[in-house]
């Protein structure tokens, strides 16, 4: 190598290696010093991922595209392929909807004379905030996803994602352009739900498979294959009645649910901003500024 | 240190390949790609590129830089913070160690390299995440990301000796 030159240098290399080692035990230690401060949820850790994030963004963004377009392609043709089968499971399904849409009628009258009745104040309308799944990432021990909104768009920690299957899973940090989503399947995802015929209270917890289980399910409560799960509004993290999934396994005690909303083909999610009063801190001036809905 | 101003930033330029071609790797790595399953078995893309410059140019990529690659990625991963700058920068090292081994070896050798250094990684993360969120992530995802990550490695590192040769002027080392 060039440096065996001068013999400054010679005398400097073990001094060099003992550098080296040093660097080398100094960022081991930072690591460690990290993972303890991101356990402790601290701020300034979501914050400078918030801001990665929103630097990679416009460059995931791009990226996404074209495996869009082609994930779209795939699509189309495997729908056209199949295009005679669904069309009579379509039609079968529109019977089913009619009849559904019937009740619906009915109940939403008899709903709105029932209210006229009580002089109910209605909840505040829910406002949707519409973006693209930009980033789908977590690899072996994370689920989650990264939308092209961000806090500009009044996306903030905390909101539910939907699709117009179900619940999708939560905000888990919003940057100014970019939010992370941690999906119901993840290890950390914890969303208090209901078992809609029973009411059975219980917490949906992931555990990164793709059936999250059911946990401080009451003992005698009763669940069966097919039973809808919907959020169940406590905590008042996200309102009540969103769709979550359907119990698919009970064994051993253990309920699994299937997530009604297919995690891997998530293009296009909304985010629904209940009116959730945050504390000052948490609204910064740009969320305030930029509430304009997206389209 | 001669040389006009126009190709100092050149040469600057250049040497900032090594570390661009990882943040792109990871970058990549995250693209999704509306494939049932995919995502929980998205290959390592990051290590891919780490291991190579730290075999061909270390001079380029020192253990920071590595660190820096691994903090990147854990912040547009969403694993916790420090997990992945660990891992790659352990990777680094073992791979810096032993690169003396890696002089004039044919490309089977470094594959068959990478596969353990990339078997190591998958348990060191997967420790590691366990440990952190102190719950034991199933095992198969992590397994089944590693066997992507070897077979995407051939790919990866043609690209990678591709660049390296045209921007640093290097015959690709891993021809052979």
Same mark, same amino acid.
């Given at each position: 190598?060039?440096?065996?030159?001068?013999?400054?240098?010679?005398?400097?290399?073990?001094?060099?290696?003992?550098?080296?080692?040093?660097?080398?035990?100094?960022?081991?230690?930072?690591?460690?010093?990290?993972?303890?401060?991101?356990?402790?949820?601290?701020?300034?850790?979501?914050?400078?991922?918030?801001?990665?994030?929103?630097?990679?963004?416009?460059?995931?963004?791009?990226?996404?595209?074209?495996?869009?377009?082609?994930?779209?392609?795939?699509?189309?043709?495997?729908?056209?392929?199949?295009?005679?089968?669904?069309?009579?499971?379509?039609? @079968? @399904?529109?019977?089913?909807?009619?009849?559904?849409?019937?009740?619906?009628?009915?109940?939403?009258?008899?709903?709105?004379?029932?209210?006229?009745?009580?002089?109910?104040?209605?909840?505040?309308?829910?406002?949707?905030?519409?973006? +693209?799944?930009?980033?789908?990432?977590?690899?072996?021990?994370? +689920?989650?996803?990264?939308?092209?909104?961000?806090?500009?768009?009044?996306?903030?920690?905390?909101?539910?994602?939907?699709?117009?299957?179900?619940?999708?899973?939560?905000?888990?940090?919003?940057?100014?352009?970019?939010?992370?989503?941690?999906?119901?399947?993840?290890?950390?995802?914890?969303?208090?739900?209901?078992?809609?015929?029973?009411?059975?209270?219980?917490?949906?917890?992931?555990?990164?498979?793709? +059936?999250?289980?059911?946990?401080?399910?009451?003992?005698?409560?009763?669940?069966?294959?097919?039973?809808?799960?919907?959020?169940?509004?406590?905590?008042?993290?996200?309102?009540?009645?969103?769709?979550?999934?359907?119990?698919?396994?009970?064994?051993?005690?253990?309920?699994?649910?299937?997530?009604?909303?297919?995690?891997?083909?998530?293009?296009?999610?909304?985010?629904?901003?209940?009116?959730?009063?945050?504390?000052?801190?948490?609204?910064?001036?740009?969320?305030?500024?930029?509430?304009?809905?997206?389209? | 240190?001669? !040389?006009?101003?126009?190709?100092?930033?050149?040469?600057?330029?250049?040497?900032?390949?090594?570390?661009?071609?990882?943040?792109?790797?990871?970058?990549?790595?995250?693209?999704?790609?509306?494939?049932?399953? $995919?995502?929980?078995?998205?290959?390592?893309?990051?290590?891919?590129?780490?291991?190579?410059?730290?075999? $061909?140019?270390?001079?380029?990529?020192?253990?920071?830089?590595?660190?820096?690659?691994?903090?990147?990625?854990?912040?547009?991963?969403?694993?916790?913070?420090?997990?992945?700058?660990?891992?790659?920068?352990?990777?680094?090292?073992?791979?810096?160690?032993?690169?003396?081994?890696?002089? !004039?070896?044919?490309?089977?050798?470094?594959?068959?390299?990478?596969?353990?250094?990339?078997?190591?990684?998958?348990?060191?993360?997967?420790?590691?995440?366990?440990?952190?969120?102190?719950?034991?992530?199933?095992?198969?995802?992590?397994?089944?990301?590693?066997?992507?990550?070897?077979?995407?490695?051939?790919?990866?590192?043609?690209?990678?000796?591709?660049?390296?040769?045209?921007?640093?002027?290097?015959?690709?080392?891993?021809?052979?």
């Amino acid at each position: 190598m060039r440096y065996r030159a001068g013999s400054v240098v010679r005398l400097a290399a073990p001094l060099k290696v003992l550098v080296q080692r040093f660097a080398f035990l100094l960022l081991v230690a930072s690591a460690f010093a990290l993972m303890m401060l991101g356990k402790g949820d601290a701020l300034i850790v979501e914050r400078f991922r918030a801001g990665v994030v929103d630097l990679v963004a416009p460059a995931m963004e791009v990226l996404s595209r074209p495996a869009a377009t082609v994930a779209a392609v795939v699509d189309e043709t495997e729908e056209l392929i199949a295009l005679r089968t669904e069309n009579a499971r379509l039609r @079968e @399904e529109i019977g089913d909807l009619r009849e559904w849409q019937n009740a619906a009628r009915r109940i939403g009258a008899e709903n709105a004379s029932l209210r006229d009745l009580l002089s109910f104040v209605p909840s505040e309308p829910a406002r949707f905030i519409s973006a +693209r799944v930009i980033g789908d990432t977590g690899g072996a021990f994370v +689920r989650s996803m990264i939308l092209n909104a961000g806090r500009r768009h009044g996306v903030e920690k905390g909101q539910a994602v939907v699709t117009g299957d179900g619940f999708a899973g939560r905000i888990f940090e919003a940057g100014f352009h970019s939010a992370r989503v941690l999906l119901v399947t993840d290890i950390n995802s914890r969303i208090p739900v209901l078992v809609e015929s029973s009411r059975a209270r219980a917490i949906l917890a992931g555990d990164n498979s793709d +059936r999250p289980r059911l946990a401080f399910l009451a003992a005698n409560a009763e669940v069966a294959v097919g039973d809808r799960i919907v959020t169940s509004g406590h905590g008042g993290m996200f309102p009540m009645g969103l769709p979550v999934g359907t119990v698919a396994q009970v064994r051993d005690g253990v309920v699994r649910v299937a997530p009604l909303v297919d995690l891997d083909r998530l293009e296009f999610v909304r985010v629904v901003d209940y009116g959730r009063v945050l504390p000052p801190d948490a609204a910064g001036p740009d969320a305030a500024a930029g509430a304009a809905p997206r389209r | 240190m001669e !040389g006009g101003l126009l190709q100092r930033l050149d040469a600057a330029a250049r040497n900032l390949v090594p570390l661009s071609l990882a943040l792109i790797a990871v970058i990549v790595g995250a693209m999704p790609m509306y494939m049932p399953g $995919y995502g929980a078995i998205a290959p390592n893309l990051a290590l891919i590129a780490v291991v190579y410059w730290a075999i $061909y140019r270390p001079d380029l990529f020192p253990a920071v830089i590595a660190f820096a690659v691994g903090l990147v990625q854990d912040a547009v991963m969403g694993t916790p913070l420090g997990m992945n700058a660990l891992v790659l920068l352990c990777a680094h090292a073992v791979i810096v160690s032993q690169r003396r081994f890696f002089q !004039g070896k044919s490309f089977a050798v470094v594959w068959w390299a990478f596969s353990m250094v990339a078997i190591g990684a998958a348990i060191f993360g997967w420790a590691l995440v366990a440990a952190i969120f102190a719950a034991l992530p199933s095992p198969a995802p992590a397994l089944f990301g590693t066997l992507l990550t070897v077979a995407l490695h051939p790919f990866f590192t043609w690209i990678f000796a591709r660049t390296h040769h045209a921007v640093l002027g290097e015959p690709p080392n891993v021809s052979r």
